[in-house]
């Protein structure tokens, strides 16, 4: 029964703890994170996506780094996109942001719309990776790039047994990439992360 309450809740935070299941996973995926911002190499202009954005806490720090460009972030969550606008308020005001309510299997963007796309610890919420692996390869412009990071599987299989979600090794998410005709799919390893990085 908890262990059910607790998986729902780090899938889609709500209710009268949902902040603190927000700050939970912001605190233990700082590094990941950071990583994978660096993975990203953020170009003034660059139009990116960011699937699960949480609280808007990295969303917040790519924004940082753009000019002309603007980070879009998307969440499940109506508290966390509410924590989200209010974090980035600022970068929203300067078109430099934009936060919107929305699954990874239905992106409410246009077709060929980011030139990057990334998402951290997510993979283990999403019901259907295949339906995911469409809409991140119809979103992303031609030669656009993704960003996957996630832990390394043996940690993946500790955690499932506290929040029942699903575990991929990083040969299985490549080969998905592969199969949905992404191509230059690359294995980058750090601490106890991995990230799979491809090209459209």
Known sequence: MIQSW???QMREPKGLLSKWVARYMEKNHHNINQWTIQLLNIQENDRILEIGTGRGMTLSKVAEHLDRGKVYGVDASHHMIKYAKRKNKKFVEQNKAVITLGKAEKLPFED???NKLFTVQTIYYLPDMEQVMKE???VLQVD????LSFQKQELQKEQKRLHAFS???EQEISRMFSEYHFRDVSVYHYDTYVCIKALK
């Open 6 to 8: 607790i998986g729902k």
């Open 136 to 138: 991140v390869y119809r």
């Open 167 to 169: 575990i991929y090794s």
């Open 112 to 114: 060929r719309s980011f």
């Open 144 to 147: 656009g790039e993704v960003f």
